[in-house]
């Protein structure tokens, strides 16, 4: 069993930064493939941003390539979302999802859904003109 708590989100201005955390309890944080998603009303959810069970691999969407960062610390169980230069369109809640790995961290699977087992609440993101 794997809890995760995001946290960091809020209201910012296009072109601002904020940086999410997921916080992971229950298991080995250290054995599990992390991911970013968000989700905006009506879309479906996306998949942002992959890394290994060490910090050797990411993986980013096309939407997020180049303004955001994807870190993980093992020894706080704690996994990061640097969000640099953000747009309206980047308003969203944002989610951290955990799973066993299954491939190579650049393997398309990380980016769908339906492959994760554990979930976090959502932090919810605002961007603004």
């Known amino acids: 069993l794997l809890e995760l708590v995001e946290s960091g989100g809020g209201s910012v201005q296009a072109g601002k930064s904020l940086r999410l955390s997921c916080v992971a309890s229950?298991?080995?944080?250290?054995?599990?493939?992390m991911t970013w998603f968000r989700q905006s009303p009506g879309k479906e959810r996306e998949g942002l941003a992959v890394m290994s069970t060490g910090d050797r691999c990411t993986y980013y969407a096309d939407s997020v390539k180049g303004r955001f960062t994807i870190s993980r610390d093992n020894a706080k169980n704690t996994l990061y979302l640097q969000m640099n230069d953000l747009k309206p369109e980047d308003t969203a809640v944002y989610y951290c999802?955990?799973?066993?790995?299954?491939?190579?961290?650049?393997?398309?699977?990380?980016?769908?859904?339906?492959?994760?087992?554990?979930w976090g609440q959502g932090t919810q993101v605002t961007v603004s003109e």
């Open positions: 229950g298991d080995r944080f250290s054995r599990f493939y």
């Open positions: 999802a955990a799973r066993a790995p299954i491939a190579s961290c650049t393997d398309p699977v990380y980016l769908s859904r339906q492959t994760y087992q554990w």
